[in-house]
């Protein structure tokens, strides 16, 4: 499990540092799948760009991004062929409908239990807390994004308190559940 819970993606050089590390090889061959799904409004699709800059400034050729907009589900075997799996931000529950109607969650859950790498940005990253029905249930807790400040560098303790709070230069690293999360950033 290599999961980055993220209020603005790879904002921060620890950030960006500790998604290559995750990637655990040359960023040059490593193969994204982009979901920019929950980018329905003007607002997050003016942050697209920025979102596709996060991969291609850690060394991630074009050539080996693929973007997805969840117009169907994707087979666990297809989806194993990707390195990391990038969720955008936007409109949280667009996202989710997107992912549990089309199926997508039973792919990308197992593809997760498989050590496979998620980074969720914003509403991309909500998808995983319990603030939604229907969520994905990796967080058992709720989660706030692009908070003024936010929880202080270091493991969290488990059980997870009510609500966790990312800065935009923050984020939940989540290497195993419930042992190894915490927050790196400020």
């Given at each position: 499990?290599?999961?980055?819970?993220?209020?603005?993606?790879?904002?921060?050089?620890?950030?960006?540092?500790?998604?290559?590390?995750?990637?655990?090889?040359?960023?040059s061959a490593v193969k994204a799948l982009f979901i920019p799904t929950a980018a329905i409004d003007a607002?997050?699709?003016?942050?697209?760009?920025k979102c596709m800059n996060d991969l291609l400034k850690c060394g991630i050729s074009d050539k080996n991004?693929?973007?997805?907009?969840?117009?169907?589900?994707?087979?666990?075997?297809?989806?194993?062929?990707?390195?990391?799996?990038?969720l955008c931000g936007g409109n949280t529950r667009y996202l989710l409908e997107r992912i549990n109607d089309?199926?997508?969650?039973?792919?990308?859950?197992?593809?997760?239990?498989?050590?496979?790498?998620?980074?969720?940005?914003?509403?991309?990253?909500?998808?995983?807390?319990?603030?939604?029905?229907?969520?994905?249930?990796?967080?058992?807790?709720?989660?706030?994004?692009?908070?003024?400040?936010?929880?202080?560098?270091?493991?969290?303790?488990?059980?997870?308190?009510?609500?966790?709070?990312?800065?935009?230069?923050?984020?939940?690293?989540?290497?195993?559940?419930?042992?190894?999360?915490?927050?790196?950033?400020?």
């Amino acid at each position: 499990m290599r999961i980055l819970v993220t209020s603005a993606g790879l904002e921060t050089e620890e950030i960006k540092e500790c998604f290559v590390d995750m990637a655990g090889k040359d960023m040059s061959a490593v193969k994204a799948l982009f979901i920019p799904t929950a980018a329905i409004d003007a607002d997050a699709i003016a942050v697209l760009p920025k979102c596709m800059n996060d991969l291609l400034k850690c060394g991630i050729s074009d050539k080996n991004i693929d973007v997805w907009d969840l117009h169907a589900g994707m087979a666990f075997e297809k989806l194993q062929q990707y390195d990391v799996v990038y969720l955008c931000g936007g409109n949280t529950r667009y996202l989710l409908e997107r992912i549990n109607d089309t199926g997508f969650y039973k792919s990308l859950t197992a593809y997760i239990n498989d050590n496979g790498m998620v980074i969720g940005v914003s509403a991309g990253s909500i998808i995983f807390a319990n603030n939604l029905e229907g969520n994905l249930g990796l967080i058992d807790t709720r989660l706030d994004v692009h908070c003024v400040t936010g929880e202080k560098r270091g493991k969290l303790p488990y059980p997870l308190k009510s609500n966790v709070r990312l800065t935009n230069t923050c984020a939940l690293v989540i290497r195993n559940l419930p042992d190894d999360m915490a927050i790196i950033g400020e």
